[in-house]
């Protein structure tokens, strides 16, 4: 299990009132079945934090990298009808891969989470024309090919593209600046 994760699941009950298995317990009542539903859930009816949030409902859900036998089922999964998006994730880890510095590759069941300290991006075949790169770059704004995601959410910023040949200098310097700021 992720380090991060390990942390957040041992300080759950003291951070949100109720340890996993509680909270497990308590999304079964509801019969919520979708991630959003249970963020959503959680953050209004119970004041959790997103990322709290979040995680608990991947965990009741069991569609996190932790919970799956095999990591690759998840990015197996999310290419299948998308593999012609493949090459996109294997050009950014190949150049993610040229930065100094750690980080780690923590596919869950629709994207892959990429995080050093903290998450920096995640990669995402989100249609079957476009993949989308989400980072997190809280107080950057917005230019060029970055745009502005919904506010609260785990990314502050995203890139969306639909041609491999878009994966150019400026996307590397962007996926840099949140590696750099996740050290």
Known sequence: MDKTVATMIENLKEKTGHSLDEWKKIISKQKLAKHGEIVKF?????????GY????????????????ANTNEFLTSQYKGKEHLKPFY??????????????????KKTYVSLKRKKQFVILNPASKTRFEIGFNLKGVEAKGKLENE???GIC???????????????????????FDNAA
């Open 42 to 50: 959680l953050k209004e009816e119970h004041k959790v934090t997103h």
């Open 53 to 68: 949030a979040a995680e608990i409902a991947l965990k009741a859900l069991g569609s996190d990298a932790d919970s799956s």
């Open 90 to 107: 294997d050009k950014l880890i190949l150049e993610i891969n040229k930065f100094k510095g750690d980080f780690e590759i923590a596919p």
């Open 150 to 152: 919904k506010p609260n």
């Open 156 to 178: 502050s910023h995203k890139i969306n593209l639909s041609d491999i040949n878009e994966i150019d200098k400026e996307v590397i310097n962007w996926v840099k600046m949140a």
